[in-house]
Every structure is written in structure tokens, then in C-alpha cells.
């Protein structure tokens, strides 16, 4: 039982007062994140389908399917398998085909955009006009291509081959919707859009390094491009790592421009999985097929994860975990040898 | 008593923080469900008045007994949702003339951009807890609504009794009837179709120089590939437009639906057949390679095609050949409308291969409609009243659910449609309608008709092996996305 000067004591503690004011955070993140998070597990065990013969027939949505879902998505002659992993595999070639082009090209431009040697005028400027393609929204973006490249708006085919009224093929205007030049179309607006927040996140990264390396480096007769595979390169794999990652995650969960570049329609070949996913939970209560989708998200998720925790395992340092082994054996070796000093029968 | 204090002022603050998410629910059901039966009783007595001054009605019905008129009759204002207004602008014209309401009662909302989007955004709209009163269906997906309580209500509700369907033709009030016999959507049109074709090319080739000459030509599918055979020889031109349009046709002539009893997927002969058909058709040339709704109207307009399968809604005043180079449009208070082009001139109209007939729309009453009195007047305006239908018709130039009101105009020869060189489409469509069934549509109609048309185009770009190969990639496709359809 506290006393009436404890009571006094806690009561006149703020620091309660603190958890009020961030509680807001925690109840959107709860009602927005967990809360969406569990229910898409719940709902990959679930039957797919709200209307009267889904219900019939026992595979609604209310109906408890075990892992109906993900046998019908994983496994062969499910109704979903092929699709599913078409889709992986348009994700995994647009991601590759975007990231390692638009990589290379930020780090170029945020090497020489912060190499002390390159006297370019106008920095600032190249700066923010790359950087620009990132704050259109998606959507416009992918109106603009469409407008440019779609298969019966095209004003690029129709300047090209059409010009004066002439007999061509019109097979040509289906451009944008077969296999590869869609999926280059994508990668390259990906690029377009993202490259310049790339290089702005790996040019807080160089100059985070130390300017004396890059002195020392001179004076010593480095030249450029041992410059950079030497001190600049090493030195950014935090950033990198960072970078990497968060590409993947949002690479992985590409939808807006796939979904968007068609008009709506999304085209086979750059069907992504989130695309996938958006396809089987939308449409009428018929067509909703939450489980597919939840399962086909829950699959997400744990590759997702795998990933992530694969390119943490690649990239850890590997001095600090050998520094670490050998402390601890040396600690045991001496327990070993305190222990060896007494009885031992 | 401190603890006690902040606990309330936590629980408040909490409370406040969860009703900005909940603001967005659906509170008039609770908040009006109190009130609705004396609107209700209020509402009656006005449709019943309204019942005594509609005296333009058939003296037939007025003796049957009607339900009374349920809906609440909140407003005045005629809220109906549809992906387009090509025609309800025309029907709000006409029904502001005609009756004591203005064009302020009618308003018109776009739900998505057409008739596929509207099918899944009509109940996004709906659960997010808006309404209108009444709303327009297609044949192809009519039952995703109207088997459905959540969304629609029985057009009994609105003071309508089964007998004054009776009026319109039977296969239109038999696909607004849902799986329990209860009648929840009501048309104004009927949809047979036929074949418009070049004058021009038909005397040239075939040396036809009326419709009925023609018709020898194109009067079975294998008379019909023979002259196409013939025309792509003499002009190197296609007969039919597109794929989506040749299977429209035979999609109709189908004897079996895409689903049985058991929800399970009926793949017949009939389908394999039209897949070796729009192989030959395009391998030969027989069908333009443009695209349905897409490209089409380039290949019309460039002499790629001889003709096109067309139906009732297209001849109107904003129909599917209105959008033609040269077919002008006029403006929309014109009670008659020109063709300078020379697409007007050289094209005729023939009843073709076989009899078919395509969609149509249905108004259906919304389950929170709110203006009963002017939702009841407008529905039997276009779809009951015979002479209210026929002065929508001969204004519109739609083909309407009224075999009297067709009849009438028929009979006058007043009907001369411009995008056809002025003959009267009417007198073929009337023939035709008596014939239609759609006993064979589902829910999934409009689903399947997608991937199976989807699935054709690839096999004729030569995508698949054969049509066995053709048919595994339509199954794949079905199964995958819908679900209640079994295995």
C-alpha cells in the first residue's frame, strides 16, 4: 500500500503524460499496419468470393479453408500457379532491369557531382531537374507514357509512321502492350523516376567520408578510378546496403506504373505480384478473392523477409563478428583455465 | 481519484482519436430507418395520386392491383448512376418535355468508364455507403446486382405489379427477374442485331442492289464465308470488323450457358467450332486484325471491312455509328441528325447470318433510393408506357421495349435512319425481337467473355498450338480468377 507522499510523488511524474501524446502514433500504426497485417494472415486461410453461390458452395470468404490458398497459388495444376509465378518473374525482371542501370548510373553522377576536381556549373540545378521525375505522381507518370506510347493513342507511332496517311501495319501500334517493350517501358521510367533520389541518398553518403582519404589519396598519386574502388566505394556499403534494400522491398511491390500504363489494363507481361494481388481482391463480390490474395501477400512477405535477411547476412561486417568469436573464446578458454586450477574428478 | 480522472481523459481521448475512423461508415441506415415508415405512408399517398393523373396509360393495367409505392420520398431529384450518358441524356430530355419535371429532377452521376468498370465500382460506391435511386445494368453481368438484396430492390417496391412487365417483351422481362422469381430490373430497350453493310462493294461484287437482294448473299455462316471469300478476291477487303463483334453473334446462337447447375464450366463443340471459324476468318483475311471498341472504327473508316454486325443501341442518336467520321453529331437538343460523310450513303442494313442480339440495359432500383415518387414515374415512362416509349424512340432512335410502340412507328414508315441512307432499321429489328431468348445468360458472362475472347486472339495470332491448347489457356484463365466456378 503506498503512502499518501508516494501517491504525491508518482502523480506529479510527466513523464506519463509523454505516452498521451504519442499514443496517436501507436493507434494509427495499429489500425494501419498490425491490425491490416494480421487480417491478410487470416485472411490467406480464408475461402475466396462473397456472393450467394460462393457461399453455397462453402468457399466464401466466411469459410475457413486451411491452406487451401496457397496450394491453389504454390502448387502445380493450382488454379492460380502459373500466373503467380509469371508474376514473380515480371517482378524479379523489372526490378533487376531497373535497379542495376539506375545503381550505376546515381553513383556515377553522385561521384562526380561531389568530386571536388569536377568543375561543373550549374550543379545545383542538374541536381533538383533530376531529382524532379520523383515527386510527379506515379499515375501522371504513367498517363504521360501512355499518352506517348500506348497502343491506339500513341502520338510517338503516329509521328513516326503514320505522318502522312499511309499504308502500314497496325500490328506496329500494339508496341507498348507486347512482351518486351513493355517490360522495357517500365524499367525505364523506373529508372527515370528514381534515380535522382538514388543519387541524392548516395551523395549524403560520400560526403559523409571523410575528406583527408580523398586527400591523402591524391597526394599519393591515386588516380580516379582507384579513387573510387578504393576509399569511396567501401566506405558507402552502409548506404548501399540501404539502398539495396529498400529498392528491393519497393521493387518487389512495384504496382502503380504496370497497373497504370495501360489505362487500367494491365498488361500480361508486366504483370507484377502486387499487380497479381490487386487483380484477384478487387472487383465484384463474385470476383473477390481475398484468400488468393492474402495468400499471394503472406508468399510476399516471406520472401520479402528471406531477402532482407539474406542481404543483412551478406553484407555484415565480417571483422566485428570475428572480433567478437574470438573474445568469447578467449573468455571461456580463461573459465576453462580458472576452472582447470581447482579439483577435477 | 487522479487515476480515475485520467483514465476518462485517456478513454475520451481514445474515442475521439477511433471516431475519425469510423466517419466514414454508413450512419443513414441507423438514423433513418426510424423515420421511413411515415415517409412511407406519406409517399403512398402521392403515388397514388400520380397513378390517377398518368392517363395516357393503357386501360389494361389500371385494372390490376399494385403494391404500394415503399420507397422513401426524400427528394425529388432522379439520382441514376451509369458509366454513360449517351443515353440517359436523351431520356432526361425527352422525360423533362413530357411530364411536369425539369431537367433540375434528373441527375445523372458516372460510375466508372464503361460498362466492365461500372459492374465493380457500382458496389465500391454502394459500401462505402453512398446510394442513388436508380441505377443501369447490362445483360452480361445483370445478375451480379439483381441476385444481390445488399444492392438492389424489387421494382415491386416502387408500386409496380409483375403485370405491367407484361407489356414489353419476355425475354427482357425474364432476364430482370432473379434467381427467386423477383422482378429487380426493367429496360427500355431491345437489342436484336443485324448486319450493316456497303451498298457500294455489294453492287459491285454481288451485284445487290437492295437489302433484301443482299441478303441471298450473307443469308447462313457458310453462304457468308463464301462471300466473304468473294469480296476479299474482288476488293482485298474483310467482311466482319472485329472478333468481338463475330462472337457477339454467335455467342447469342449458343445453346448451352458457360456455367451448369453445379457451377460448374461448360466448354461445348460450339466453342471450338467459333475458334476454328475466327481462325479461318482471320488466317484468310476475312476479319480486320483492329481491335473491338479500340480500333475498330479506323478499320471501318479506312475500307478495311465491307461490314459490321450492329445491333438496336447503335443506330441511335448517340449509338455506336454516331462516333464515324462524318456521321455527325449533332447537338444534343437537335430533334434530327445529318450525315455529311460518305459513310451515311453507301451503307444498308440486312438481318445476316443468323438472328442475334446484344446486352441491353436495365434500370434497377437502388436498396436506398430515396425519391420513390419520380423513380416509379420514370421507369414506367421508358419502359411501361407505350406512347411515352414510342415519342423516346422516335426522338432517340432506339429500338424500345414495346412491341406496340415499335408496331406504331413501323407501320407510320416514319422512320428513316440517316446513318443508313434513311432505311427504317426498325422494320428488320421488329421481326427480329419476337425471336429473342437469353435464357442461356449468367453472371459470369461478362467474366468469361473477356478470357474466352482473349484466348481466341492469341490463337489466331498463332499463340497457341491448337484449339485444344487454346481452350486449357480459357480454363487456366477462369479458374485462377474466379472461384465459385468449380473444376
Known sequence: MATAAQRRIKSVSYAKYGYIFILPFFIVY???????????????????????????????????????????????????????????????IIWG?????????????????TDLNVKMPGKGFFKVVMYMPNIITATSVAGLFYTLLGADTSSVWYTIFHGPKSNFDQNLLLGLTSVWPARLIVMFIQIWMWFGNTMIMLMSGIQGINESLFEAAEIDGANAHQTFWRITFPLLKTIMVY??????????????????????????????????????????????????????????????????????????????????????EAMKEAKRRARGGGFSI | MNKLKKSLALIATLAIASSAFVACGDDSSSSTAGNSSSTAESSTAESSATEESSTGEESSTAEVERPENKVKNDDDKLVVWCWTDDDLKNMFKVFADETDYTADNLVFEKIGGGGEEARDQYATYFDAGKSCDLFVLEADWIKDYIDDDDYTAPLSDLGFADADFNNGYDYVKKVGTNSDGV????????????????????????????????????????????????????????????????WQVWSYNRSSAWVDGDNKLVIDDYCKKYAELAKEYYDKGYVTKAVQWKTWDKAVQDGETMG???????????????????????????????????????????????????????????????????????????????????????????????????????????NKNAYIGGQDQF??????????????????????????????????????????AMLEGFKTDVYGNVAAIQK
Open chain 1, 243 to 328: 539502398t539495396l534494400l529498400t529498392s528491393m522491398i519497393g521493387g518487389l511491390q512495384m504496382f502503380d506504373i504496370p497497373y497504370m500504363l495501360n489505362g487500367g489494363t494491365i498488361i500480361p507481361s508486366i504483370k507484377t505480384v502486387a499487380c497479381f494481388i490487386y487483380e484477384k481482391a478487387t472487383g465484384t463480390k463474385a470476383a473477390k478473392a481475398y484468400g488468393w490474395a492474402g495468400a499471394a501477400s503472406v508468399i510476399m512477405f516471406f520472401i520479402t523477409a528471406i531477402l532482407g535477411a539474406l542481404v543483412f547476412y551478406v553484407q555484415r561486417d565480417k571483422d566485428a563478428i570475428e572480433k567478437k568469436r574470438k573474445r568469447k
Open chain 2, 183 to 246: 422482378i429487380k430490373g426493367s429496360s427500355w430497350q431491345a437489342t436484336p442485331g443485324g448486319y450493316v453493310y456497303r451498298t457500294d462493294i455489294a453492287e459491285e461484287v454481288f451485284g445487290a442492289k437492295t437489302p433484301a437482294e443482299f441478303q441471298e448473299y450473307v443469308k447462313d455462316w457458310d453462304t457468308f464465308t463464301a462471300s466473304a471469300a468473294k469480296v476479299k478476291e474482288q476488293k482485298n477487303m474483310a467482311m466482319v470488323d472485329t472478333l468481338g463483334g463475330l
Open chain 1, 97 to 113: 532491369g531497373n535497379f542495376l542501370p539506375q545503381i550505376s548510373l546515381s553513383l556515377l553522377l553522385a561521384v562526380w557531382f
Open chain 2, 308 to 414: 459490321i454486325f450492329q445491333c438496336t443501341w447503335c443506330f441511335g442518336k448517340n449509338g455506336t455509328l454516331s462516333g464515324l467520321e462524318g456521321n455527325t453529331k449533332t447537338a444534343d437538343d437537335a430533334t434530327e441528325w445529318t450525315v455529311d460523310g460518305p459513310f451515311g450513303k453507301n451503307w444498308a442494313f440486312t438481318q445476316g447470318p443468323s438472328g442475334w442480339a446484344w446486352g441491353g440495359s436495365w434500370l434497377a432500383l437502388a436498396k436506398n433510393a430515396n425519391s420513390g415518387k419520380i423513380a416509379h414515374d420514370f421507369v414506367e415512362f421508358f419502359t411501361m408506357n407505350a406512347d411515352t416509349m414510342q415519342k423516346y424512340a422516335e426522338y432517340s432512335g432506339d429500338f424500345l421495349n414495346s412491341p406496340k410502340a415499335m408496331k406504331a412507328i413501323v407501320d407510320a414508315g416514319t
Open chain 1, 30 to 92: 495499429f489500425l494501419f499496419m498490425v491490425y491490416p497485417l494480421f487480417e491478410t494472415f487470416r485472411m490467406s486461410l480464408y475461402g475466396n468470393g462473397a456472393d450467394k453461390d460462393s457461399i453455397k458452395l462453402g468457399i466464401s470468404i466466411q469459410h475457413y479453408m486451411g491452406f487451401q490458398n496457397f496450394r491453389d497459388i504454390l502448387f502445380k495444376d493450382g488454379r492460380n500457379t502459373a500466373d503467380f509465378f509469371a508474376s514473380i518473374k515480371n517482378t524479379l
Open chain 2, 427 to 468: 422494320a428488320i429489328f421488329y421481326d427480329a425481337a419476337a425471336n429473342i431468348k437469353m435464357d442461356n445468360i449468367t453472371k459470369y458472362d461478362s467474366t468469361l467473355k473477356k478470357y474466352f475472347n482473349d484466348n481466341v486472339s492469341k490463337y489466331v495470332e498463332g499463340n497457341f498450338a491448337d484449339v485444344d
